[in-house]
């Protein structure tokens, strides 16, 4: 199972950035897929996630109307664009995927991104 991000850097505050997560070594279309941040010395939160199959997606409310998550199970990708960045989005970015196989759940992890916001 391999989870790459892509896209991280450095922006200035009020600019846009777009992550991308290309996945494989497992059922990406059946899987929800997620990006989570963490700031140092914190625990990782929730950023975003896209549920399988029917696409519905829920927010942090930090991000809610700057950030959309968005799939593309042919290319088996997930994407984060994320506007109106601020200092405080500073971060390391991690996909996640989850997926559930004979009721048993597996998680993978991407090796992380950073996006620093800063001028």
């Known amino acids: 199972v391999q989870l790459v991000e892509s896209g991280g850097g450095l922006v200035q505050p009020g600019g846009s950035l777009r992550l991308s997560c290309a996945a494989s070594?497992?059922?990406?279309?059946?899987?929800?897929m997620s990006w989570y941040r963490q700031f140092p010395g914190k625990e990782r939160e929730l950023v975003a996630r896209?549920?399988?199959?029917?696409?519905?997606?829920n927010y942090a409310d930090s991000v809610k109307g700057r950030c959309t998550i968005s799939r593309d199970n042919a290319e088996n990708t997930v994407y984060l664009q994320m506007n109106s960045l601020k200092a405080e989005d500073t971060a390391v970015y991690y996909c996640?995927?989850?997926?559930?196989?004979?009721?048993?759940?597996?998680?993978?992890w991407g090796q992380g991104a950073w996006v620093t916001v800063s001028s």
């Open positions: 070594g497992f059922a990406f279309s059946s899987a929800d």
């Open positions: 896209i549920v399988s199959p029917d696409g519905t997606t």
């Open positions: 996640h995927a989850r997926e559930t196989i004979f009721s048993l759940e597996y998680e993978y």
